[in-house]
């Protein structure tokens, strides 16, 4: 309902799943609705996708991006790392495109660059933002 709000042909930002990453991914493979963290976070992208479809649909002038999910909680850096790197896949990246949504490339927000795809759970969270970037 908020889509019809916006005006025809403003672009439009999304920033989707920073609560399922903090929240629901986890429940929903606890609660057996998924085999993995990893079918879950894949299940999350296609609804993504199935969402922008939508909004496509009912805003065809605008410029719709989407933004990467921040990776500033370290509680929660593991899943929003996995589910930002499933953002920026080929498949997802065309996903994205047959909505006419783009995928915004974001720098690192982490001292000495972004972290190993292979970083275990304690890299992950040891890792430092950018002084700029501190919250506290």
């Given at each position: 309902e908020r889509v019809a709000n916006v005006p025809a042909g403003a672009p439009v930002l999304?920033?989707?799943?920073?609560?399922d990453c903090r929240e629901g991914i986890?429940?929903?493979?606890?609660?057996g609705k998924h085999d993995s963290i990893e079918?879950?976070?894949?299940?999350?992208?296609?609804l993504y996708a199935g969402l922008l479809q939508d909004v496509r649909r009912?805003?065809?002038?605008?410029?719709?991006f989407v933004h990467p999910v921040p990776n500033v909680l370290p509680e929660t850096r593991l899943i929003t790392l996995a589910f930002n790197r499933m953002l920026a896949s080929p498949e997802a990246r065309d996903d994205f495109g047959r909505a006419?949504?783009?995928?915004?490339?974001?720098?690192?927000?982490?001292?000495?660059?972004?972290?190993?795809?292979?970083?275990?759970?304690?890299?992950?969270a040891a890792l430092e933002l950018l002084d700029h970037l501190r919250l506290d």
């Open positions: 999304f920033i989707l799943g920073e609560i986890l429940r929903a493979v606890q609660q079918a879950a976070l894949s299940s999350l992208v296609g009912k805003l065809p002038k605008s410029r719709i006419g949504a783009q995928l915004l490339d974001m720098d690192s927000l982490f001292k000495g660059g972004a972290p190993s795809p292979h970083a275990g759970p304690e890299a992950l």
